[in-house]
């Protein structure tokens, strides 16, 4: 059983940066796969990036060159670093962690991109 927990959102103007945290209990946390995902306002929730247990990395375009996914193990901490914000960015911000066919998700954090 992993319990994960999002922080770091809030309101930020166009061109600002935020960094998500998303801390997870529980054990053997390192040989999960996790993932960032958001959903705006009557919109489906999407991947905006992606990190394996190995550390390799993948993210959507929209994001890319922009947003930087990472994580520490020793904290059991994944992060994700939000660069050049957009309005269009404002979404609650959703963790995943996953190995295999299981999936556990925080309760999500809200990102407000507005002047």
């Known amino acids: 059983q992993v319990q994960l927990v999002e922080s770091g959102g809030g309101l930020v103007q166009p061109g600002g940066s935020l960094r998500l945290s998303c801390a997870a209990s529980?054990?053997?946390?390192?040989?999960?796969?996790a993932d960032w995902y958001r959903q705006a306002p009557a919109k489906q929730r999407e991947l905006v990036a992606a990190?394996?247990?190995?550390?390799?990395?993948n993210y959507a375009d929209s994001v890319k060159g922009r947003f930087t996914i990472s994580r520490d193990n020793a904290k059991n901490t994944v992060y994700l670093q939000m660069n050049s914000l957009k309005p269009e960015d404002t979404a609650v911000y959703y963790c995943?962690?996953?190995?295999?066919?299981?999936?556990?998700w925080g309760q999500g954090t809200q990102v407000t991109v507005s002047s």
């Open positions: 995943n962690a996953r190995l295999g066919t299981t999936y556990y």
């Open positions: 529980g054990s053997r946390f390192s040989i999960y796969a």
């Open positions: 990190i394996t247990s190995g550390g390799s990395t």
